[in-house]
């Protein structure tokens, strides 16, 4: 990276020596050693080896780093280096007293009506060193965040043809009706510009899985994203703080069940002929709108369709039979619904619906594959050894320990069969494995195990593990069908699954089976 940095000794414009110092302090990102912060080792690092330099390189490499460092604590250990090496007598560039001096001009959001991206430009004027013998020179700064990923940034780039690009824009917007170019203040664009960031960052550095957008696409920690990354945070420090953060609007429960009651009652969604699984789908694509599109449930558009059906909603919702069928016909009666109301006009509402329906076969697969709902292959084997993908959603219910890392590695837990459904129930009910009588097998208690569901009428444990295993066959078999379709709407109501499983143990303490126990169970 020294020898790289010896590159800005010959530059005149501190905008180019930045473009350097931001694609080397991006060349790490997203790099993971486990124990280790890789920002700080490497980017610390950094500093500290180029002050022991004490070369004009290595001043310059300082310099660019005290502006564009990607810690507050990495640009002050920079400028004290620069500040010590100047001292001893070390030649700097002549663009080093200049660099990240900048003052912000100019804010703009180019989109289209559809809503999927916003990009982001901002204009700065870069005040140089009179007596480098330069002018002030303007630079636009574009940051392009995609809606349908999260509201990530996709790319980052810069231009110096300020004028061209605004114009560009502005022609765009008036020769194209679905074009949008609109001027924003710099408080705002610095508000949506950091909310960008964080989201992006939280996406590279949470967990342990590949920085990846949601959906697919390219990873985020290579080409001109990760190289712009250091200069576009500069840039936006250089921007107003805004006085309140932007927020996403909020969509509380009952707001939400009001629109889902507005559609279900219009013209669009009369010809849908089955109501509930109509409402379960409708509260899907709303649940999306708002907690994925930013407070936006009304906004459609192809990519967004897509996204909702081939990406988010297989992994996120299991969806029964009746709701898959329904679901590409309730989408379509929502798009042509919300899209007059969000301001499409109807040639855009039109493509939006052609997206549904050539989506409609990839969904229709993605259903087909339970793996796609984020299980692991060997759990689907126990969960589904007939094939059934609908008893998918009530057996996840009845044995949820399936999914977890606790149990997994472990042949013996087969729901299938009686014994392994009562040793599946043992661990759930008691974080006991084994035949309880004192001893367990390979698996202690979990670290906060599940809470013993204590019913009034079993009182012992033997009995309240029998009175588990009765209501967990019956929940395997789907019998009688009301018995999930009780639980389905009492855990649509907000009861947790300890509760639900005490009501339902109750009812079939108290109930035989026929009629008088469908009837109790629909009652509930």
Same mark, same amino acid.
């Given at each position: 990276?020294?020898?790289?940095?010896?590159?800005?000794?010959?530059?005149? =414009?501190?905008?180019?020596?930045?473009?350097?110092?931001? *694609?080397?302090?991006?060349?790490?990102?997203?790099?993971?050693?486990?124990?280790?912060?890789?920002?700080?080792?490497?980017? *610390?690092?950094?500093?500290?080896?180029?002050?022991?330099?004490?070369?004009?390189?290595?001043?310059? &490499?300082?310099?660019?780093?005290?502006?564009?460092?990607? /810690?507050?604590?990495?640009?002050?250990?920079?400028?004290?280096?620069?500040?010590?090496?100047?001292?001893?007598?070390?030649?700097?560039?002549?663009?080093?007293?200049?660099?990240?001096?900048?003052?912000?001009?100019?804010?703009?959001?180019?989109?289209?009506?559809?809503?999927?991206?916003?990009?982001?430009?901002?204009?700065? !004027?870069?005040?140089?060193?009179?007596?480098?013998?330069?002018?002030?020179?303007? =630079?636009?700064?574009?940051?392009?965040?995609?809606?349908?990923?999260?509201?990530?940034?996709?790319?980052?780039?810069?231009?110096?043809?300020?004028?061209?690009?605004?114009?560009?824009?502005?022609?765009?917007?008036?020769?194209?009706?679905?074009?949008?170019?609109?001027?924003?203040?710099?408080?705002?664009?610095?508000?949506?510009?950091?909310?960008?960031?964080?989201?992006?960052?939280?996406?590279?550095?949470?967990?342990?899985?590949?920085?990846?957008?949601?959906?697919?696409?390219?990873?985020?920690?290579?080409?001109?994203?990760?190289?712009?990354?250091?200069?576009?945070?500069?840039r936006v420090r250089a921007l107003p703080r805004p006085q309140k953060p932007v927020g996403i609007p909020?969509?509380?429960?009952?707001?939400?069940?009001?629109?889902?009651?507005?559609?279900?009652?219009?013209?669009?969604?009369?010809?849908?002929?089955? /109501?509930?699984?109509?409402?379960?789908?409708?509260? #899907?694509?709303?649940?999306?709108?708002?907690?994925? %599109?930013?407070?936006?449930?009304? !906004?459609?558009?192809?990519?967004?369709?897509?996204?909702?059906?081939? /990406?988010?909603?297989?992994?996120?919702?299991?969806?029964?039979?009746?709701?898959?069928?329904?679901?590409?016909?309730?989408?379509?009666?929502?798009?042509?619904?919300?899209?007059?109301?969000?301001?499409?006009?109807?040639?855009?509402?039109?493509?939006?619906?052609?997206?549904?329906?050539?989506?409609?076969?990839?969904?229709?697969? /993605?259903?087909?594959?339970?793996?796609?709902?984020?299980?692991? =292959?060997?759990?689907?084997?126990?969960?589904?050894?007939?094939?059934?993908?609908?008893?998918?959603? !009530?057996?996840?219910?009845?044995?949820?320990?399936?999914?977890?890392? &606790?149990?997994?590695?472990?042949?013996?837990?087969?729901?299938?069969?009686?014994?392994?459904?009562?040793?599946?129930?043992?661990? %759930?009910?008691?974080?006991?494995?084994?035949?309880?009588?004192?001893?367990?097998?390979? =698996?202690?208690?979990?670290?906060?195990?599940?809470?013993?569901?204590? #019913?009034?009428?079993?009182?012992?444990?033997?009995?309240?593990?029998?009175?588990?295993?009765?209501?967990?066959?019956?929940?395997?078999?789907?019998?009688?069908?009301?018995?999930?379709?009780?639980?389905?709407?009492?855990?649509?109501?907000?009861?947790?699954?300890?509760?639900?499983?005490?009501?339902?143990?109750?009812?079939?303490? *108290?109930?035989?089976?026929?009629?008088?126990?469908?009837?109790?169970?629909?009652?509930?």
């Open positions: 990276m020294l020898r790289a940095a010896r590159s800005l000794l010959a530059m005149r =414009h501190p905008l180019d020596a930045e473009l350097v110092v931001s *694609e080397l302090l991006g060349s790490w990102w997203g790099q993971r050693v486990p124990g280790v912060d890789v920002e700080r080792v490497l980017g *610390e690092g950094l500093v500290s080896y180029a002050a022991g330099t004490g070369s004009p390189a290595g001043l310059a &490499l300082l310099a660019g780093i005290s502006a564009l460092g990607t /810690s507050e604590r990495q640009r002050r250990l920079a400028t004290e280096a620069v500040t010590e090496l100047i001292g001893h007598g070390v030649a700097g560039p002549s663009w080093a007293a200049s660099v990240g001096r900048v003052r912000p001009l100019e804010c703009h959001v180019s989109g289209s009506l559809f809503g999927d991206t916003d990009e982001i430009v901002c204009t700065f !004027r870069s005040d140089i060193d009179a007596a480098a013998g330069e002018q002030t020179a303007e =630079h636009a700064l574009i940051a392009v965040v995609d809606h349908n990923a999260g509201g990530v940034l996709r790319d980052v780039w810069v231009t110096t043809k300020v004028e061209r690009l605004l114009a560009h824009c502005r022609d765009e917007a008036e020769a194209n009706p679905m074009a949008t170019f609109e001027t924003v203040t710099p408080e705002r664009a610095r508000g949506l510009l950091e909310a960008a960031l964080e989201r992006t960052e939280s996406l590279v550095n949470g967990g342990d899985r590949p920085a990846r957008l949601p959906g697919g696409g390219d990873g985020l920690t290579g080409g001109s994203l990760a190289a712009h990354r250091a200069l576009l945070s500069a909020s969509w509380r429960r009952d707001r939400r069940a009001v629109l889902a009651a507005r559609f279900l009652a219009s013209d669009a969604a009369a010809e849908l002929s089955d /109501s509930y699984a109509a409402s379960r789908c409708v509260d #899907h694509i709303i649940d999306y709108g708002c907690d994925v %599109d930013f407070g936006r449930p009304l !906004r459609v558009s192809p990519r967004k369709v897509e996204a909702f059906l081939l /990406s988010w909603l297989p992994r996120r919702v299991v969806l029964l039979p009746a709701e898959q069928e329904a679901m590409p016909h309730v989408l379509a009666a929502w798009i042509r619904w919300a899209g007059p109301r969000g301001g499409l006009p109807e040639i855009a509402v039109g493509a939006t619906l052609d997206a549904v329906w050539e989506s409609t076969a990839a969904f229709t697969r /993605s259903y087909r594959d339970p793996s796609s709902f984020g299980l692991r =292959h060997d759990a689907v084997r126990r969960l589904l050894p007939d094939g059934d993908l609908s008893a998918l959603p !009530r057996r996840m219910f009845a044995f949820p320990l399936l999914a977890s890392d &606790l149990v997994w590695e472990e042949t013996g837990l087969d729901p299938s069969t009686a014994e392994g459904r009562r040793a599946l129930l043992r661990l %759930d009910l008691f974080g006991e494995y084994g035949d309880g009588s004192g001893g367990r097998g390979r =698996h202690s208690a979990p670290e906060e195990p599940a809470p013993r569901l204590q #019913h009034p009428e079993v009182p012992e444990p033997e009995e309240t593990l029998a009175a588990h295993e009765r209501l967990a066959e019956r929940l395997w078999h789907g019998d009688p069908p009301a018995l999930w379709n009780a639980a389905q709407r009492l855990l649509d109501r907000g009861h947790s699954r300890s509760a639900v499983l005490e009501t339902l143990l109750d009812v079939l303490g *108290e109930t035989g089976d026929g009629e008088d126990l469908d009837e109790r169970l629909d009652d509930l």
